[in-house]
């Protein structure tokens, strides 16, 4: 069989080519390329399973973005973002660090409504019961 000459239905329906199948005995083919790649990893590979379904690692941007940023206002804390030395997720944890373990006010004015509206409801439904049990002739 050679390269690409079967092509699961999950390998067509992709057009980025994120899930490829092929033979890993034949060095020249594009899965056994994937597999020799240095950003190949397998999940589980420390307890030696030895599978047989590979990832990939995202290529990151090694060298920092060459812009002019004079002229437009940018967040000091969006900066290293737009020059390439932190990624989204550690942005992220930079803008909410300030934020952790602080419940807002507004945390506290919905925690406050929600538990009102459930005590209320659930004293309506205790109402219910005992004047229906009071209108059949339950209670005397």
Request: charged content about 20%.
């Amino acid at each position: 069989m050679r390269d690409g000459e079967v092509v699961p239905a999950c390998g067509q329906a992709c057009p980025s080519e994120a899930i490829v199948f092929g033979n890993l005995n034949d060095k020249d083919s594009k899965i056994s390329k994937y597999f020799a790649d240095e950003r190949n990893y397998h999940l589980l590979e420390e307890l030696h399973t030895l599978p047989s379904v590979g990832y990939l690692t995202k290529i990151k941007k090694t060298q920092p973005y060459n812009l002019n940023l004079s002229g437009m206002y940018v967040s000091p804390i969006r900066e290293p973002l737009i020059r390439g030395e932190k990624d989204y997720s550690q942005v992220t944890k930079d803008i909410l660090a300030p934020m952790a373990g602080k419940p807002s006010k507004y945390w506290y004015m919905g925690i406050t409504l929600s538990s009102a509206a459930l005590f209320f409801w659930r004293l309506g439904n205790f109402y219910d019961r005992v004047l229906w049990h009071w209108h059949m002739g339950g209670i005397e």
